[in-house]
């Protein structure tokens, strides 16, 4: 479904990134991935995306700082010989109640996830006007959607992905561009690996499907949203969270 397309995966060394590129690269996409840390991990999923016959590459870049993005990109699209499609899928969370709740994690947490997809978004959308053409896939959440006590800053971030994505889908519509968002819900990560077996069967008990997903539930709905088969689909928010969100 990607064959000679090329995709940045941000967050693709780990869970839902690392299912996203590898199933791109399944489909036939060249891939980058960029990690902020774990190079191991980066360099494993590269090396697997190499095995299934495709171009793939790693790049050390903290998506939250513009500087390392301006950096970064140009040599991703030198590498890759160009770019079709891009995944701001990097996150982190810093969990608290409000009250609990440092501002420098609260900023921390809309750094890396809203604004470090602004900065991927701001970088690559003159090449995509150029070439009259590009995919942008955003990974929001269902709290993004219903906020959740605990995540303030996580919510109020995933929620701005939201925005940004209907607005460039409105504003980058015109030059053959589309802009989608996924809204995972519980999903088997690292992320997730760190609640606690208590909260965890509430989770569960929320989810009309009566199970976690699993990473390649979210990778499938990008390649779908990444191919030629979603060419009529901009400024969509895509729930995929067993019926969570209902
Ligand atoms: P993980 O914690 O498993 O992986 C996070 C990934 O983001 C890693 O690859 C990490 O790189 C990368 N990353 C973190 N900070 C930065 C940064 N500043 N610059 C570049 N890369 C960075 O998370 P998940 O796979 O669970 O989540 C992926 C996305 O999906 C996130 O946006 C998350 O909010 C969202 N999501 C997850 C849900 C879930 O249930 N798991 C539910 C809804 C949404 P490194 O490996 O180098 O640390």
Redesign the pocket.
């Known amino acids: 479904m990607l064959k000679n397309k090329k995709a940045l995966i941000?967050?693709?060394?780990?869970?839902?990134?690392?299912a996203i590129a590898l199933e791109m690269a399944r489909e036939g996409a060249d891939i980058a991935v960029?990690?902020?840390?774990?190079?191991k991990?980066?360099k494993e999923v590269c090396q697997q995306a190499q095995e299934l016959g495709v171009k793939a590459y790693c790049y050390?870049?903290?998506?939250?700082s513009e500087d390392e993005v301006i950096k970064t990109l140009p040599l991703i699209i030198k590498d890759l010989g160009g770019l079709d499609i891009i995944v701001n899928?990097?996150?982190?969370?810093r969990d608290a109640l409000i009250p609990m709740m440092k501002e420098e994690d609260f900023l921390s947490v809309i750094q890396?996830?809203l604004v470090?997809a602004y900065h991927i978004i701001r970088h690559t959308s003159r090449h995509f006007v150029k070439q009259r053409s590009g995919r942008m896939i955003n990974?929001?959440?269902?709290?993004g959607i219903s906020g959740n006590a605990g995540q303030a800053n996580?919510a109020a971030a995933?929620a701005g992905l939201i925005g940004l994505t209907k607005s460039c889908a409105k504003e980058f519509a015109s030059r053959g561009i589309t802009c989608n968002a996924i809204?995972?819900?519980?999903?088997?990560?690292?992320?997730?690996d760190a609640v606690g077996e208590d909260k965890m069967q509430a989770v569960l008990c929320a989810i009309p499907l009566k199970r976690?997903?699993e990473?390649d539930d979210?990778a499938n709905m990008a390649v779908f949203l990444a191919s030629e088969k979603a060419n009529y689909i901009t400024g969509a928010v895509f729930a995929v969270d067993g019926g969570m969100s209902i």
């Open positions: 941000t967050g693709g060394s780990r869970g839902i990134g690392r960029i990690y902020a840390g774990n190079e991990a980066a050390q870049c903290d998506v939250s899928n990097a996150g982190i969370v890396t996830n470090g990974i929001s959440s269902v709290v996580y995933k809204a995972p819900g519980f999903i088997k990560t690292e992320m997730t976690a997903g990473p979210v």
